[in-house]
């Protein structure tokens, strides 16, 4: 690994965009010939994010069991494998959607551990807006419980910048009304428009990443146990399965036909989605679905305009309930699915658990901020 390797972190909520931010980023830095590495991270192995970015062709290493706060030495050594072949010139990191306290966690402890190893840019969090906009507002009806609301706002709390997401999906009222509860919120901190998926407003975007200053120095003041029992309140699922078929079929319209059908099992349940995402990998191609909230529609994130008899599945869920009630949905789900389409499915690798209580490896305080 060279010296001055480029860090530049992500964080937001689950579901808020993260992947096809640092997507969008990626491609842009390996336009300007920029080597770059990517870290993804999950509380389980078997993660839809990375098989989609290596997917789309870039390198990408995963730390897995835990948030790279808690998986800090991971998270390095990880970033030392990327650069085995060809030293990357940047670093993006993308941390588990349920974690926050990443300041104090892994900025500060990499700035005062490998200072002349890396540069650190500024930390970004992504708002989502469907979700954001009831948490920010205390209205009810979010799906989560406080404890969980606790979480996204001390995330935006430690940002250097906030990423208002999916404007394209916003109307202009919507907009500056989002504006105007983060600047009664979080009046101190820069805030930058983008659409991830349209990449409307990232040419501000890959300015401010670029900026050379002291980022990274908000030290929150936090309380643990709520943050562990609103982490807690989430059940996640990560499964993969085998599809397999006599005849050819459509592999976007069964991703979103999964995504689909789970969303109406979801809601009949009263239950509220943090995320939902499933990758199907074929032979050939692959293609990625969908859902982050339950107020929005199934989206084909990444189509494959592919037809297969055969495909691997991976179904990554994190829903405000039992993991074990998740994973009955997906169960059934898949089932009436795969009679639909006249395919058998065969159950793979699943984990079904609730995040355990956030153990950082370090914690640098406020009065010791680099």
């Known amino acids: 690994m060279t010296d001055s390797v480029r860090f530049i972190m992500v964080g937001g909520f689950l579901g808020a965009g993260k992947t096809t931010t640092l997507a969008r980023l990626a491609r842009h830095y390996m336009s300007t010939g920029l080597t770059v590495g990517i870290v993804t991270n999950d509380q389980a192995a078997d993660l839809v994010d990375t098989k989609s970015l290596r997917s789309q062709g870039f390198d990408v290493g995963e730390v897995a069991g835990a948030c790279f706060c808690c998986r800090f030495d991971d998270l390095i050594l990880t970033i030392e494998k990327l650069g085995l072949d060809k030293a990357p010139d940047i670093i993006l990191a993308e941390p588990v959607g349920s974690c926050t306290d990443l300041v104090a966690t892994v900025i500060q402890p990499i700035k005062q551990l490998y200072q002349s190893r890396f540069q650190i840019a500024p930390y970004g969090v992504i708002l989502k ?151 199907g990998l074929s032979a050939a191609a692959f293609g990625v679905s969908n859902l982050v909230s339950r107020d929005l529609s199934p989206e084909l994130s990444l189509a494959s305009h592919a037809q297969t008899r055969e495909v691997d599945l991976v179904v990554n869920a994190r829903v405000a309930c039992d993991p074990e009630l998740i994973g009955q949905l997906v169960q059934q789900t898949v089932q009436k699915i795969c009679d639909e389409f006249g395919a058998n499915a065969k159950t793979g690798n699943t984990q079904m658990f609730r995040p355990g209580r956030p153990q950082p490896t370090h914690r640098v305080a406020a009065d010791a901020v680099l």
């Open 129 to 279: 807006p469907s979700q954001g906009r009831k948490i920010l507002k205390n209205e009810p009806g979010t799906g989560f419980s406080p404890k969980a609301a606790y979480i996204l706002e001390k995330q935006l709390e430690e940002a250097d910048v906030i990423l208002i997401n999916r404007i394209d999906e916003l109307t202009a009222d919507e907009l500056a009304e989002l504006h105007a509860l983060l600047d009664a919120r979080y009046p101190d901190t820069p805030r930058l428009a983008v659409s991830a998926k349209t990449g409307s407003g990232f040419e501000a975007c890959f300015e401010f990443f670029d900026q050379v200053g002291e980022f990274g120095r908000r030290i929150l003041d936090i309380d643990y146990d709520t943050y562990a029992e609103g982490e807690a309140e989430l059940g996640w699922l990560n499964s993969s399965l085998q599809i397999s078929s006599l005849r050819d079929f459509s592999l976007d319209n069964f991703l979103l036909a999964i995504v689909s059908e789970l969303k109406t099992r979801l809601v009949n349940e009263g239950l509220e989605v943090a995320h939902l995402k499933v990758i």
